[in-house]
C-alpha cells in the first residue's frame, strides 16, 4: 500500500455549520516513531502514551493560545504516569513512568482501568512566566483515555465534546489517529448555510447527537490509516452536511532540553548535594523526554 507522507503528522481543522460544530482530524507517523524510537517501551504503554499525545495535540490545536499544553496522567497502576505536551504552533513530546513486569504480566492488550489503576489527567495551560496557569484535573475513570478527555472537556470547559483515538503498531512504524468534535454555542459556527437563523434548542440537541453518531461510526483503522487522507474521512463521515475543510497544520517533534537549561537547574542545588548526585565524579542528567544524557563535571557548576 502506498503511503502519502504528506498526509501523516498532520492536524485538519474542519467546520460543519448546518451542525454547529467543528472538528480536527490528527494523524501522527514520523513523530511517533522518533518520540517511541527513543524509549523501550512494551507496546502496550506505547498504545497509551500515542493517545495521550493525540489527546494533547487536538486539545492544543483547538485553544487560541501561545504557549505549551501539558497533559499528565498520575495513577497507581502499572503504567504510573505519562507526561505530553504540545508547544504552539505544533511541536509534540511525551514520556511514560511504568513497572515493565507488572505491564507485561496483563498481557499484550490489557484493559485501560487494569493498566493505569485509580488516578487523575491533568491538562495544563502554561503562556509563559508572566501569566497565570491554568489547569484542570478529571478522574482516569473511563474506559479510556478518550473518554477521560470528554470528562475534561465537560466538566472544565462545559463543551460537548466527542474524541475518538486510535494508535497501532505495524512493520512500518507507529500510526496513530485522533478525531474531535466539538458542539459550539448556537450560531457561533458561522452563518447557517440554510439560511433559517435561530432555531430551537430541539433541533440544537439533534444536531449535536447526529454529528455525535457519525462520529462514532469511525472505526479505529480509519483512524490511524495513512492512506487514507484526513480529507476523505472528513467527507466519508459529513459529506451530507456540507463538511468544510481548513488548511492542514503540521506536528512535529521537539524537545526543549538543553545543556544550559540544566546546568541551571543544577546550580541551584547546594555544593554538597552536587557532590552527592556525583557517580564517579561525574553527574548525569537525562532529559525523560528525548532520553539524551548530559554529562557534568560537578566542580565546574557555577551557581
Ligand atoms: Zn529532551
Same mark, same amino acid.
Given at each position: 500500500?502506498?503511503?502519502?507522507?504528506?498526509?501523516?503528522?498532520?492536524?485538519?481543522?474542519?467546520?460543519?455549520?448546518?451542525?454547529?460544530?467543528?472538528? %480536527?482530524?490528527?494523524?501522527?507517523?514520523?513523530?511517533?516513531?522518533?518520540? =517511541? $524510537?527513543?524509549?523501550?517501551?512494551?507496546?502496550?504503554?506505547?498504545?497509551?502514551?500515542?493517545? =495521550?499525545?493525540?489527546?494533547?495535540?487536538? /486539545? +492544543?490545536?483547538?485553544?487560541?493560545?501561545?504557549?505549551?499544553?501539558?497533559?499528565?496522567?498520575?495513577?497507581?497502576?502499572?503504567?504510573?504516569?505519562?507526561?505530553? *505536551?504540545?508547544?504552539?504552533?505544533?511541536? @509534540?513530546?511525551?514520556?511514560?513512568?511504568?513497572?515493565?513486569?507488572?505491564?507485561?504480566?496483563? &498481557?499484550?492488550?490489557?484493559?485501560?482501568?487494569?493498566?493505569?489503576?485509580?488516578?487523575?489527567?491533568?491538562?495544563?495551560?502554561?503562556? $509563559?512566566?508572566?501569566? *497565570?496557569?491554568?489547569?484542570?484535573? @478529571?478522574?482516569?475513570?473511563?474506559? *479510556?483515555?478518550?473518554? #477521560?478527555?470528554?470528562?475534561?472537556? %465537560?466538566?472544565?470547559?462545559?463543551?460537548?465534546?466527542?474524541?475518538?483515538?486510535?494508535?497501532?503498531?505495524?512493520?512500518? +512504524?507507529?500510526?496513530?489517529?485522533?478525531?474531535?468534535?466539538?458542539?459550539?454555542?448556537?450560531?457561533?459556527?458561522?452563518?447557517?448555510? !440554510?439560511?433559517?437563523?435561530?432555531?430551537?434548542?430541539?433541533?440544537?440537541?439533534?444536531?449535536?447527537?447526529?454529528?455525535?453518531?457519525?462520529?462514532?461510526?469511525?472505526?479505529?483503522?480509519? /483512524?490511524?490509516?495513512?492512506?487514507?487522507?484526513?480529507?476523505?474521512?472528513?467527507?466519508?463521515?459529513?459529506?451530507?452536511?456540507?463538511?468544510?475543510?481548513?488548511?492542514?497544520?503540521?506536528?512535529?517533534? &521537539?524537545?526543549? #532540553?538543553?545543556?544550559?537549561?540544566?546546568?541551571?537547574?543544577?546550580?541551584?542545588?547546594?555544593?554538597?548535594?552536587?557532590?552527592?548526585?556525583?557517580?564517579? $565524579? %561525574?553527574?548525569?542528567?537525562? #532529559?525523560?523526554?528525548?532520553?539524551?544524557?548530559? !554529562?557534568?563535571?560537578?566542580?565546574?557548576?557555577?551557581?
Amino acid at each position: 500500500m502506498s503511503t502519502d507522507t504528506k498526509a501523516q503528522d498532520i492536524v485538519l481543522p474542519f467546520q460543519i455549520d448546518s451542525l454547529d460544530v467543528r472538528g %480536527r482530524i490528527l494523524r501522527l507517523g514520523p513523530v511517533l516513531d522518533t518520540v =517511541l $524510537g527513543k524509549h523501550d517501551y512494551p507496546d502496550a504503554v506505547s498504545v497509551q502514551l500515542a493517545q =495521550l499525545i493525540l489527546t494533547v495535540t487536538l /486539545l +492544543g490545536n483547538s485553544v487560541k493560545f501561545d504557549g505549551t499544553f501539558t497533559a499528565q496522567t498520575k495513577s497507581d497502576g502499572p503504567l504510573s504516569m505519562m507526561v505530553a *505536551d504540545f508547544v504552539t504552533p505544533g511541536t @509534540v513530546r511525551g514520556f511514560a513512568q511504568f513497572d515493565r513486569a507488572a505491564v507485561e504480566a496483563l &498481557g499484550p492488550s490489557p484493559n485501560f482501568a487494569a493498566l493505569v489503576g485509580k488516578g487523575y489527567l491533568a491538562m495544563t495551560l502554561d503562556q $509563559g512566566p508572566e501569566t *497565570d496557569r491554568y489547569q484542570g484535573i @478529571v478522574a482516569l475513570d473511563g474506559p *479510556d483515555l478518550a473518554a #477521560c478527555a470528554e470528562s475534561y472537556f %465537560r466538566d472544565s470547559e462545559q463543551i460537548p465534546t466527542t474524541v475518538r483515538l486510535a494508535a497501532r503498531k505495524s512493520p512500518g +512504524g507507529w500510526h496513530a489517529g485522533g478525531l474531535m468534535i466539538q458542539h459550539l454555542p448556537h450560531g457561533s459556527a458561522g452563518p447557517r448555510s !440554510d439560511g433559517t437563523g435561530h432555531l430551537p434548542d430541539r433541533t440544537d440537541e439533534d444536531h449535536w447527537s447526529n454529528a455525535r453518531a457519525k462520529a462514532m461510526t469511525a472505526t479505529a483503522e480509519e /483512524l490511524v490509516e495513512p492512506s487514507l487522507r484526513p480529507e476523505e474521512l472528513a467527507w466519508r463521515l459529513y459529506h451530507e452536511d456540507e463538511v468544510r475543510v481548513y488548511p492542514t497544520l503540521h506536528i512535529a517533534f &521537539g524537545c526543549r #532540553c538543553s545543556r544550559e537549561r540544566i546546568s541551571t537547574m543544577l546550580a541551584r542545588f547546594s555544593p554538597e548535594d552536587r557532590a552527592h548526585m556525583a557517580v564517579d $565524579g %561525574r553527574i548525569g542528567v537525562t #532529559c525523560e523526554f528525548c532520553n539524551t544524557t548530559y !554529562d557534568f563535571d560537578p566542580q565546574a557548576i557555577e551557581p
